[in-house]
């Protein structure tokens, strides 16, 4: 009997590091039934908040703002990810953000966890460590009720609760935070969720 085979799906690079999942897509082209990862082009970023508006726009603003002030604090990421030459995240957003080799994805299905080969050992740290980040409290709790083996997602997260807006599972380096916006995820913010992913 064989098995189903689980897709990501949604925008950015097929083997990305850092992963971001969000509860919704946006009403663009065949985004709502896109069951592969697409990879962004110059453009793509502007013709996508033109059509679907301000809250897209938020989304793809504060990952840009995150990539950047994280790739600023963690000189390991800064020579591992493209982008070393921007000087503002917007150019970030622009040139990289979701694109081919850009080792970042915006995932619009639940996690899979299946290169989790590389975890690391205790006290040992491991190259190229893949992260993930759940938007939203609302949707962490909904995706972890429907986790299990069928689903492809796993079945053992094991979520610290920080407080009433971060948790994190050091295991699968999963963090859960607010939803991608200016308010909900302020600057102040985007800088907590990078000293725990930093802490994976």
């Known amino acids: 009997m064989s098995r189903a085979m689980v897709f990501n799906a949604g925008l950015g690079e097929h083997n990305a590091r ?12 065949d985004f709502a039934t896109l069951n592969m990862l697409k990879e962004l082009n110059d453009g793509d970023i502007e013709a996508l908040n033109r059509h679907c ?14 990539i950047f002030a994280w ?26 953000l979701l694109q081919a080799e850009s080792q970042t994805s ?12 590389d975890l690391p050992n205790e ?3 491991v ?24 689903s492809g997602t796993a079945a053992h997260i094991n979520l610290v609760w920080l407080d009433n807006e971060f948790a994190y599972d050091t295991a699968y380096r999963l963090v859960v935070c607010p939803y991608f916006d200016y308010r909900q995820l302020s ?3 985007i800088i907590r969720l990078i000293e725990i992913l930093m802490s994976l």
Not at 71 to 96: I, M, V
Request: charged letters at 15%; hydrophobic letters at 35%.
């Open 187 to 189: 600057n102040a913010k």
């Open 127 to 150: 190259a190229n460590a893949t992260y993930h980040i759940i938007m939203g409290r609302t949707y962490a709790k909904s995706l972890l009720s429907n986790s299990g083996p069928k």
């Open 18 to 29: 850092i992963n971001v999942y969000i509860a919704n897509r946006p009403n663009y082209q």
């Open 123 to 125: 006290g040992q740290l």
């Open 71 to 96: 790739r600023s604090a963690d000189p390991k990421l800064a020579r591992e990810l493209p982008g070393a030459q921007c000087h503002n995240w917007q150019t970030y957003r622009d040139n990289f």
């Open 106 to 117: 915006l995932l619009f299905t639940p996690p899979i966890f299946r290169n989790q080969l």
């Open 53 to 66: 508006g301000n809250g897209w726009r938020k989304v793809f603003n504060v990952y840009a703002k995150l």
